[in-house]
């Protein structure tokens, strides 16, 4: 079985994460998905609007997933590469080269963004219509 990971907040989800977690789970068999913590957000200074449960909850309901797991710091990624035997490490092109040390220990790759869609883009425009 091929094994493939992948990463994110996963907060408001949108056609953006359905797109990318559809194409990494075209790489492989499995699919884990790790999702920050809400106290691995709050180290790096974001505040989701769902708790971790919330959103574990809600990748757990979509078919390409099949396992969630949390991610509480940075360092963890070669740990969960090794620990679930992980054979190709997936991220958005946003962050293309980032993860390239991961390369000794699994294939990378690097998917291009939806286009026109973000969580942060999302978040301005809901911002922007109750203040406006």
């Not at 797109?19 to 790489?27: I, S, V």
């Not at 293309?96 to 040390?101: A, L, S, V």
């Not at 690097?110 to 203040?131: A, C, E, F, M, W």
Request: one cysteine or more; aromatic letters at 12%; a negative charge.
């Amino acid at each position: 079985m091929k094994k493939v990971l992948t990463y994110g907040t996963y907060d408001l989800l949108h056609t953006g994460h359905i797109n990318l977690l559809r194409r990494a789970k075209e790489y492989g068999d499995y699919l884990v998905v790790a999702i920050s913590s809400d106290e691995f957000n709050a180290i790096k200074g974001k505040k989701a609007y769902y708790s971790f449960e919330q959103r574990k909850a809600i990748l757990e309901a979509i078919r390409y997933v099949d396992e969630v797991i949390p991610e509480h710091n940075w360092e963890q990624k070669v740990t969960d590469v090794i620990d679930n035997e992980i054979d190709v490490f997936v991220m958005g092109d946003d962050w293309k080269g980032d993860f390239d040390f991961l390369k000794e220990h699994c294939e990378v790759v690097y998917l291009p963004r939806t286009v026109g869609i973000s969580t942060t883009q999302i978040k301005k425009d809901l911002n922007n219509t109750s203040h406006g």
